[in-house]
């Protein structure tokens, strides 16, 4: 099981070490970050890992390697080897690690560390893409026998990423650390025993230090949200594919924690992608045994299917995946999250009589049409992209128009409720308010599918004319409660839905 490393980005040795002790019972080692410390601090790190009563490593990073420190390679090997020298009988009292660079080869800070059993990570860290030959940037890094090799890559894809993690996979047992940076290499992190990795790092974000590398999680995220401690190499993998927005859903929480409630060895992480193929290469890498689709693949990902369910096929859109011997198989339960979280917030059986606008026409809008369709109601599809809303209307006999002020009388028709399934108010998606030339009556029952984060522009100005309002938090939680029985064949545990 990889070793939760506690990187330390304090400007004083004090933070570092109150930021430690807030973490101490979720970490094995800590990362004294020297190069963001102030500079009179450096002076006393030397007595660092005895205060710390952690194995430490110690790490000088450079600009160029994603790190603070700017002077010359003089000054740093100065730190290194103030740092390194005057070592202890008592092992404890010295760096347990020090992180030497694949370009920075000084024999006396080798020996130094060597001799007083501080072991070396030779690292490489490359903050813009991934070498185009692993190969050989591993075969650098793992020529001295005894270091522990250390690749930091930054993944530009879900296709980089697959090839990080199918490379990963291939290298022999040692110990070794393999890393994606950024968003992209978020998943790599959660699943650092399925590359092989002894180390995952983690920033102190909860306490305030500021995140040492591009893709850190806080360690007390990586313990309740992801069950890091539990995953070993038999965890099942269960992935959260789309836009980069994945990576801060709440869908992980609910999903790992449904799993840890249930005994059922398995984890769901974000994939990050901006393309199907690249997707479903990413699928493959991690073996994930089924997935949850997001905004922006739900139809994108429909000709890669090898099965579709009903209700995919009716609908034209696909949120949750499955692994079948023959390739993938498609489902769609936001129409069950949604009829379902509608329905009860309405207070309603049915919607016969009831006149809806639904704002949008990509894959979360079909569901909703669906829906609403199959509940009796009279709808108005408005979307930016004109065809796209009218193909959607004509499927069920509904009016359409575009998402424009002069679309405002055909909404007085169709406004008992307005149901908001764009992607725009999502954190990290389109920032505004789609609707921002409407003005609500108050009559309005305003649901947005949105649900992070938990109200935006829309639902305050809703909710400020009077609307009774909600956003997509209770849908997330009633069809990723449906993607868990289609996964497990198991009812929902209760997490689900309290
Ligand atoms: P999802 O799976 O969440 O529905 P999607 O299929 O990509 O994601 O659909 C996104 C919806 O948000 C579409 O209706 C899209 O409008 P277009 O069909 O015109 O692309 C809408 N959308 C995205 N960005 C938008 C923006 N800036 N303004 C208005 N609508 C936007």
């Excluded at 927005?245 to 799993?259: C, E, G, I, R, T």
């Excluded at 991690?286 to 099965?307: D, Q």
Aim: aromatic letters at 8%; a negative charge.
């Amino acid at each position: 099981m990889p070793l939760v490393c506690l990187s330390l980005t304090g400007r004083t040795l004090a933070g570092d070490l109150a930021a430690l002790d807030r973490y101490r019972d979720k970490i094995d080692i800590a990362e004294l970050r020297a190069d963001y410390l102030d500079p009179a601090e450096v002076f006393a790190i030397r007595g660092f890992p005895e205060r710390a009563g952690v194995p430490c490593i110690l790490a000088v990073r450079r600009k160029s390697d994603g790190g603070g420190f700017t002077d010359g390679e003089g000054a740093r090997l100065v730190i290194l080897a103030k740092a390194l020298a005057y070592a202890s009988p008592d092992k404890n009292a010295n760096f347990a690690y020090v992180d030497l660079e694949c370009d920075f080869r000084v024999p006396s800070v080798e020996e130094a560390a060597r001799t007083f059993g501080t072991k070396i990570i030779r690292s490489c860290h490359d903050m813009t893409g991934l070498p185009a030959d692993l190969d050989a940037a591993w075969a650098d890094l793992a020529a001295e026998p005894g270091e522990i090799p250390k690749l930091a890559v930054t993944p530009r894809g879900a296709a980089d990423f697959a090839r990080l993690v199918s490379w990963a996979t291939t290298l022999p047992p040692g110990e070794r650390i393999v890393i994606g940076m950024g968003e992209f290499g978020l998943p790599s992190r959660v699943l650092a025993e399925r590359l092989g990795s002894s180390i995952a790092y983690t920033s102190a974000l909860y306490a305030g230090l500021p995140v040492a590398a591009s893709g850190h999680l806080d360690p007390a995220a990586l313990e309740s949200q992801y069950r890091f401690r539990e995953i070993s190499k038999d965890t099942e993998v269960y992935a959260l594919g789309g836009s980069r927005s994945v990576v801060s859903s709440k869908a992980p929480a609910l999903h790992n924690a449904a799993f840890r409630s249930a005994g059922i060895d398995a984890v769901y992480v974000p994939v990050p992608a901006d393309d199907a193929p690249s997707l479903f290469a990413a699928l493959e890498a991690v073996e994930a045994r089924g997935a949850a689709i997001t905004v922006p693949l739900k139809e994108a990902i429909l000709p890669l299917l090898s099965r579709r369910s009903r209700a995919v096929d009716e609908i034209g859109a696909c949120n949750t995946l499955v692994r079948e011997a023959d390739g993938w198989s498609g489902h769609n339960t936001d129409v069950i999250g949604f009829e379902r979280s509608l329905l009860e917030f309405l207070g309603r059986k049915d919607l016969k009589g009831q006149r809806a606008t639904i704002v949008g026409a990509g894959g979360a809008a079909k569901a909703v049409a669906h829906v609403l369709s199959r509940l009796g109601a009279t709808a108005l599809v408005l979307n930016r992209t004109l065809p796209k809303a009218r193909e959607l209307a004509r499927r069920y006999g509904f009016a359409f128009g575009p998402l424009a002020e002069h679309a405002t009388s055909l909404i007085a028709d169709h406004s008992d409720i307005i149901i908001q399934a764009t992607c725009v108010g999502m954190e990290s998606e389109a920032r505004g308010d789609p609707l921002d030339w409407y003005e609500f009556t108050g009559r309005e029952a305003v649901f947005e599918l949105i649900y992070r984060p938990d109200h935006t522009a829309l639902l305050d100005r809703a909710r400020a004319a009077g609307c009774r309002a909600t956003n997509g938090w209770q849908m997330l939680r009633y069809q990723s409660a449906a993607q868990y029985k289609i996964w497990t064949g198991r009812e929902p545990p209760e997490s689900y839905f309290s």
